[in-house]
């Protein structure tokens, strides 16, 4: 009879414990967040008229999906299908580097594979760049290789600037 006090005080606390890290996923308890931002950037992806809209809202679908957890695949996805619709905007890079900041290898595959995907010449120059100068921040902070980032930083002061960018 003295062992069931304890027993039942056990199963209780075990039960808060699990309602309590189960929370995210009960329905109702989440109001807003990542999950409308989704819903909405889904939305504006299938509203877009041109490729610059279309690019912004796999953006923010990117943006949505790296704040949620698990969602990491599902934001490499938006956000390479978004520098895929605008191949020459280097803030879309910056901004998938900042929103995967926190998932390096996640952020360092995107880059290789925008890096692949594309040519790194003419309009899609500063992109490659931007690119090229986020794997070196990569390289040198959370996956710490420093012979790739040395090698990158060659091959970043190898490519001759365009001709295009001495406007003065």
């Known amino acids: 009879m003295t062992w069931n006090l304890p027993l039942v005080v056990t199963a209780g606390v075990f039960v808060l414990f699990l309602l309590y890290r189960l929370r995210p996923a009960m329905p109702g308890t989440r109001r807003g967040g990542a999950g409308v931002a989704l819903r909405e950037a889904k939305k504006r992806i299938e509203e877009a008229k041109d490729d610059a809209a279309r690019a912004l809202a796999l953006a923010d679908a990117g943006d949505a999906c790296a704040r949620r957890v698990g969602r ?70 959370p996956l710490k290789n420093r012979a790739r980032a040395r090698a990158i930083e060659n091959a970043l002061a190898a490519i001759p600037p365009r001709a295009g960018d001495a406007k003065g």
Not at 102 to 126: F, K, V
């Open 72 to 141: 990491t695949t599902g934001a490499v996805g938006y956000y390479l299908r978004a520098m895929r619709t605008d191949p020459k905007a280097a803030a879309l890079v910056e901004r998938a580097a900042v929103a995967l900041a926190r998932r390096p290898h996640a952020l360092e595959s995107l880059l290789w594979r925008r890096l692949g995907a594309e040519a790194w010449t003419g309009d899609r120059e500063p992109a490659a760049r931007a690119a090229l100068a986020q794997l070196v921040r990569v390289y040198d902070g």
